[in-house]
């Protein structure tokens, strides 16, 4: 055992101790954390246009601090990115995270010097609780990869501006940038493509140990891999035991990347974003992913199908039950404060406070009344996946709702590895999955609304050919799994086999 490895055993050690004791106070945690915030920020013009000094109790701030998106907080980002102090946080931020919006354009999101080690902490803590569960550490002798956005920072004002994942970079530790992939200059490449050929020719001849991403580019690294060696993934890399991810479900490629792997390795997923690291995956054989108590953020809950009501009721975590599914809200150490990040989320488990993202408020089907959300399209398609034995790369779902002479039902967009033989009974298992998990979607296609879904089949390659017609391959970014119009699917029609 080298020395870093006997090293990383004992940090692992110290470390979970440390979450244990937060985690088993999760109460006290939270409001330690929501007074210091009030605190801090009390005497910027956030702080004084909602009265931060005279909020005493929860109860003080939801009723005078309201819900907003980015579009509602940015006439007080807009004064941040022009250079003012003291708006939203004490002082200017460090970086602006740009991340790509909807109405308002380009979201910039800061990042400041209190919220920084959580963004670098989370991930860590991830891999020593591996660690520690585990007690192998051997990996971190060996090479680990890290696809993500350029490390490229510009200048805005004064204060640097870059995309999450790149900002990051320059936070790893000095111990491990020895063992991290690519180089400084490969991951400046903007062309994704290009990119991922640079990287695999970097590292085709590497002990590569750990490899991490978002699951859809990964996956491209992994093909190009096997068509320039000619090897599985697994036979290249003989110590690759641990891929870490975030960002999607991994179930619906997890079939295929075993495939190109050649075996079964273990994997820690994460749950970042440019607004905070909100949790992470602290044991191999629980479902859910530990929120973040003590990491500068507070954290408010309203269950999604009443967040749309003019007054929604909001909670907080000692409130949250199993099973329900909630909107995230977040105020934090960054200024962002009774903030909307979009995410839906359910816990698993209330002792340690532990949920899976279950989609995006503004991701779902309800065309008809039905309410169908991320967490059920994937599960669905996991148990078909398991039941039929047949691999996919991508899939999305949509609403058709004007046919003549036919019910509207709703669309599943799949690029299948190898087209199924027996599709019809593929959607039929998928309906029947989606009736039993959804009452709602049951009912409608019990009362003849809606009639069974269908499947329409993309050729090889669709949805990395739609991403970049938008200018989205690679990187952070990801194809939405719902849609409550046709505005992608009628992009993808085009691309059906």
């Known amino acids: 055992m080298s020395l870093k490895s006997f090293g990383a055993k004992i940090f692992a050690k110290n470390v979970v101790k440390g979450i244990d004791a937060w ?52 006439p007080y980002v807009d004064k941040v990115v022009a250079g003012e102090p003291d708006i939203l946080w004490p002082g200017k931020p460090l970086y602006f995270a740009k991340t790509s919006g909807t109405t308002s354009g380009a979201k910039y999101i800061p990042l400041t010097k209190a919220s920084m080690p959580s963004h670098i902490d989370a991930a860590r803590n991830a891999i020593l609780c591996y660690i520690h569960e585990t007690g192998d550490s ?44 690519p180089s400084w200059e490969t991951n400046c490449i903007d062309d994704w493509e290009t990119k991922v050929d640079a990287i695999v020719e970097e590292t085709k001849n590497e002990d590569m140990t750990i490899i991490s991403g978002i699951p859809s580019w990964v996956q491209m690294y992994f093909e190009r891999l096997t068509a320039d060696t000619g090897k599985k993934v697994g036979d290249l890399f003989k110590n690759f035991n641990l891929f870490i991810y975030g960002g999607v479900n991994y179930e619906p490629y997890r079939t295929k990347f075993e495939k190109l792997i050649g075996r079964k390795v273990n994997s820690i997923e994460l749950y970042p974003a440019s607004e905070g690291f909100f949790a992470f995956q602290n044991k191999q054989n629980e479902k859910g992913l530990l929120l973040q108590l003590n990491a500068g953020m507070f954290y408010e809950f309203v269950k999604a199908d009443n967040f749309f009501d003019p007054q929604p009721k909001r909670i907080t975590i000692g409130e949250v039950e199993l099973g329900v599914n909630y909107v995230m809200i977040i105020s934090t150490n960054a200024g962002l404060w009774a903030y909307n990040i979009g995410d ?55 609403p058709k709702t004007i046919i003549e002479n036919e019910l509207p039902y709703h669309e599943w967009f799949i690029e299948f590895d190898k087209k199924p033989t027996n599709l019809d009974e593929i959607a039929r298992f998928i309906d029947a999955a989606m009736q039993k998990q959804n009452s709602y979607y049951f ?30 391959l690679g990187g952070q970014n990801k194809i939405p799994r719902l849609s409550n119009d046709r505005k992608i699917a009628d992009q993808l029609i085009k691309l059906q086999a």
């Open 138 to 181: 051997k990996f971190v002798d060996g090479k680990m990869i890290f696809l993500q956005g350029s490390p490229e920072i510009s200048d805005k004002n004064g204060i640097g501006l870059g995309r999450l994942s790149g900002i990051v970079a320059h936070y790893v530790p000095s111990y491990l940038q020895k063992n991290r992939m």
């Open 23 to 74: 985690a088993n106070k999760p109460v006290e945690t939270q409001q330690k954390v929501f007074k210091e915030l009030l605190l801090e920020a009390e005497n910027t013009q956030f702080g004084k246009d909602h009265h931060f000094r005279e909020i005493k109790t929860y109860a003080d701030f939801a009723a005078r601090v309201p819900i907003r998106d980015y579009e509602a907080l940015k």
């Open 344 to 398: 839906t989320v359910i816990f698993t488990s209330l002792k340690p406070y532990k949920l899976v993202v279950s989609g995006r408020i503004k991701h779902f089907i309800s065309a008809f009344g039905e309410h169908v959300i991320g967490k059920e399209v994937e599960q669905s398609m996991q148990e078909a996946m398991e039941e039929f034995g047949f691999s996919i790369s991508e899939f999305t779902v949509a």
């Open 443 to 472: 009912d409608l296609i019990e009362g003849k609304v809606l009639q069974r879904l269908k499947i329409t089949i993309l050729k090889t390659g669709s949805f990395n050919e739609y991403m970049k017609g938008q200018g989205k």
